[in-house]
């Protein structure tokens, strides 16, 4: 059955804004996403929001719900009370471009600086052969939507903009990981670079002290700090401070 939603919205753009109130019909079975799209149709049509798939795929419709990093689209109206207010304000660690649309680029820029995979000189295309296990490692990675909610939760650059320039944030940090167990991965061997040096120098794994917060975000359940980021701080101490490991050449694991 049909009732009136109350919903706090933040309007405004790069130079400021305000939250507003606003009462819109909300429908059984409908999530967030509907009703600002309901408040763009009837009352607000300049409502600046970002989304594609409302499937929970797209990864675009990322914003804080009642101060919550969650996707719009994937958060049922279902789970308030009907007399409850509902906040919606933009992800804040990204700057406001206006409304709940922010600028998301630094996450772009830190993908690219991340090496990408360096298959072994030797193999050709359709010789590549991995373990199951390792496949299904990676695999928990490769879910990822790029939502950047973890990005968004993780103190270390939410509330120290200066910290940016040198962390690349859970989900690069996780890609670093992926790629640094890939069996196949050749980095060092082709270019000398160590991705465990990569995370940790480069990419500022060091600021990380494992609060998890950004795993509690993430819409694809992936277990980023236990799976992907305290992995690879015990590589990163292996690299450094074990003295036979250092001398073996086959030392990746
Ligand atoms: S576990 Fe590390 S990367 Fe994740 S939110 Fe905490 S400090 Fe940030
Ligand atoms: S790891 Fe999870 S929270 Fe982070 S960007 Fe990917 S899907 Fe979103
Ligand atoms: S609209 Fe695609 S994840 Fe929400």
Known sequence: MGYQAHLRVW???????????FTVEANEGEVVLDIIHRLQATQCS??????????????????????????????RMSIFEPDEVITVTPIRT????????????????KA?????????????????RMQQQDVNRSQEFRKCIECFLCQ???HVIRDHEDNKANFAGPRFLMRIAELEMHPLDSLEENTGADRTAVAQSDHGLGFCNITKCCTEVCPENIK???????????RVVDRKYDPILRLLPWRKR
């Open 94 to 109: 990204f700057p406001v471009i206006k409304d709940l649309v922010t600028d998301v680029s630094y996450n772009y820029q």
């Open 152 to 154: 968004n939760v993780c």
């Open 224 to 234: 980023i700090t236990d799976n992907a980021l305290i992995p690879m701080k015990e």
């Open 112 to 128: 690219r600086e991340v090496p990408s995979f360096s298959p072994p000189k030797d193999l050709q295309p359709g010789e590549y």
């Open 11 to 21: 309007r405004g753009d790069a130079e400021g804004g305000e939250l507003r109130d």
């Open 46 to 75: 300049d409502l600046a929001v970002r989304w594609n798939c409302k499937a929970g795929k797209c990864g675009s419709c990322s914003a804080e719900i009642n101060g919550r990093p969650r996707l719009m689209c994937m958060t």
